[in-house]
């Protein structure tokens, strides 16, 4: 593969990856939106993380600091989740490809590369960006 394709295939695979957004979600929702992390914030505006939450009834379970917990969602007044940012994703895709697009455009030169500026061709026309 061409390093210039390799790279830019490359920055698009981490600007995409990259486009996240934090957002509040209904704690019940937890199990059906199955996200890897949570930040809960509890009544007195403690937040916690917790890692592989999942709803039992009315308790959050999951992973905090490592330890396996099990808490009352009655504690809890608010759940943000890191979620794919969709409009973000595509302004970036576009972004990039309208850069690549550019950076191709000013290494050609911006004319054709299917003829051959040589010393016959440069001989008849010579007022020609390739023979300058």
């Given at each position: 593969?061409?390093?210039?394709?390799?790279?830019?295939?490359?920055?698009?695979?981490?600007?995409?990856?990259?486009?996240?957004?934090m957002?509040?979600?209904p704690m019940a929702q937890v199990n059906t939106i199955k996200p890897d992390r949570a930040w809960l914030t509890e009544t007195?505006?403690?937040?916690?993380?917790?890692?592989?939450?999942?709803?039992?009834?009315?308790?959050?379970?999951?992973?905090?600091?490592?330890?396996?917990?099990?808490?009352?969602?009655?504690?809890?007044?608010?759940?943000?989740?890191?979620?794919?940012?969709?409009?973000k994703t595509v302004a970036l895709v576009a972004l990039v490809t309208v850069g690549f697009g550019g950076m191709v455009y000013a290494l050609t030169g911006g004319h054709s590369t299917d003829k051959i500026c040589d010393a016959s061709y440069c001989e008849e026309h010579s007022e020609d960006l390739c023979c300058a």
């Open positions: 593969m061409r390093p210039m394709l390799a790279c830019a295939l490359l920055l698009a695979a981490v600007a995409v990856a990259a486009c996240h957004t957002k509040a979600v007195d505006n403690t937040v916690i993380l917790v890692n592989g939450p999942q709803m039992v009834g009315d308790t959050l379970v999951g992973y905090v600091n490592g330890k396996y917990e099990e808490m009352p969602i009655a504690n809890f007044k608010q759940m943000v989740i890191q979620a794919g940012s969709t409009p």
